[in-house]
């Protein structure tokens, strides 16, 4: 995520009460290109476990901010998202991380923005969830839906990066290919040596042969092969023929 | 996700060396419908650190199983799935863990399913790697994109879970094959006859045998043979060792 847009999306967890979700939460974000950490009341920090699970975050933890209380954590924030397990009492605007992610990345192009996360024991109250524009809800098994603090954190937060990047047009398709895929001619040589092949091996008499062969097309089909393994599966194919024609 | 789907698809954890990843490993599982996990050589398990993290999932830890290796548990396996954070020197089919979970649920319609994470501290090997028809990675950070172990996990099942929801497993790819796929010790049988034949020619002396015999393991991935497609192979292999012991 480029550093302004990230820098104008903070993540605020309320009253966190293990010091080890707050590391990992930190983790969580940064590999996820955010930064910007807030505590409301965090039980124990700083604190060695929070530092540990943090690995090579500690620099999201030592630039942490810590307030007494929600409303100031977001009140210079123009759109508020607040995270929650549970289907409430009055309906509010709520959407998956999938679908808010979109939406969050806009609205922090125009102003700040603030993605809050409850207790761990209990999430969000109302009162907090009513502050909030938007909730999002992490489609969890109804089996059972408890998320750990930070893991929820890393959902959204990836939910975010890959939005960013969808945006880019980059990298949801990481499949680059070191070479050039073989042409049908190439391929068709290959078949061709292959055929030869099996006729000086003279154990595929018939109909059989024909079936064998129309397997190993499907088969080479599915590979797709590069230039590299076209020449290569070649290069056996004359070592095999070397070893058998010297006999 | 539906209960027989779930247990067809298993994660595997290789040498994981903090039980508190095991235990939340176990809780991101559970939170998103999946509940068979395997353990190749944990450095500490069982373990109270694992139960603690696993919070309400404790019982998918009652149920895990631990292995000594990594073949045995997949052996039974007919898609292979590993995790991996870089780019490798050899290119292997690759997809982000979005595109890949509808993959996955299909293949876990007609098979076994496995989902490897490597070591904490360094993913897995190469040669682990080689044993993967496909490779996920997660689109991280470039600065910093070391995901814990267990945040690893949950990202990966929040997707085959969004996929599951989404329903678009079925659609994607309508898969209909005619045989069952091979399991992934029938193939490393064949991987093996194949070794075997290599070193009979005598024509890929050192290193070049071990860069060849990679590139075959990576064409034969692409192919995800089928039974009948691995025994004609083999038979293959066996009318080629008659003809050049014949000489």
């Given at each position: ?7 104008r ?5 309320v009253?966190?009460s293990?010091p080890?979700n707050i590391g990992?939460a ?5 590999t996820?290109g955010l930064s910007?950490?807030v ?9 060695p476990?929070?530092e540990?699970?943090?690995?090579g975050?500690?620099?999201v933890?030592?630039?942490?901010s810590t307030t007494?209380?929600?409303?100031e954590?977001?009140s210079d924030?123009?759109?508020v998202v607040g995270?929650?397990?549970r289907?409430?009492r009055?309906?509010w605007r709520?959407l ?5 992610a979109p939406e969050i990345l806009?609205?922090a192009?125009?102003?700040e ?5 409850g207790?761990?024991a209990?999430g969000?109250s ?11 809800c992490?489609?969890a098994s109804s089996?059972?839906g408890?998320?750990n603090?930070a893991?929820?954190?890393?959902v959204?937060?990836y939910?975010?990066r ?6 880019q ?5 990481p499949?680059?290919?070191d070479?050039?895929r073989?042409?049908?001619e ?5 078949f061709?040596?292959?055929e ?6 003279e154990?595929l008499p ?9 397997r190993i097309?499907?088969?080479?089909g599915r590979i797709?092969?590069?230039?590299t393994?076209?020449?290569m599966?070649?290069?056996i194919l ?7 024609h010297?006999a």
């Amino acid at each position: 995520m480029n550093s302004s847009l990230a820098q104008r999306i903070r993540i605020v967890l309320v009253e966190p009460s293990h010091p080890g979700n707050i590391g990992a939460a930190a983790r969580a974000m940064k590999t996820m290109g955010l930064s910007k950490l807030v505590l409301v009341r965090p039980k124990r920090f700083p604190d060695p476990q929070a530092e540990w699970r943090a690995a090579g975050a500690r620099d999201v933890l030592e630039r942490v901010s810590t307030t007494s209380n929600l409303r100031e954590a977001i009140s210079d924030a123009t759109f508020v998202v607040g995270t929650t397990a549970r289907a409430r009492r009055m309906a509010w605007r709520q959407l998956s991380p999938r679908l808010a992610a979109p939406e969050i990345l806009v609205k922090a192009e125009h102003g700040e923005v603030a993605v809050i996360f409850g207790r761990e024991a209990d999430g969000l109250s109302n009162d907090e969830l009513d502050l909030c524009h938007l909730h999002v809800c992490i489609p969890a098994s109804s089996a059972y839906g408890s998320l750990n603090l930070a893991m929820a954190v890393q959902v959204v937060c990836y939910e975010l990066r890959c939005a960013y990047l969808e945006g880019q047009g980059e990298a949801m398709h990481p499949l680059a290919w070191d070479r050039p895929r073989a042409t049908s001619e190439q391929v068709e040589h290959l078949f061709a040596h292959l055929e030869s092949l099996a006729n000086s091996l003279e154990f595929l008499p018939g109909e059989h042969h024909t079936v064998v062969m129309r397997r190993i097309r499907r088969m080479i089909g599915r590979i797709e092969p590069d230039v590299t393994e076209v020449s290569m599966l070649r290069g056996i194919l004359s070592a095999i023929e070397k070893q058998i024609h010297r006999a």
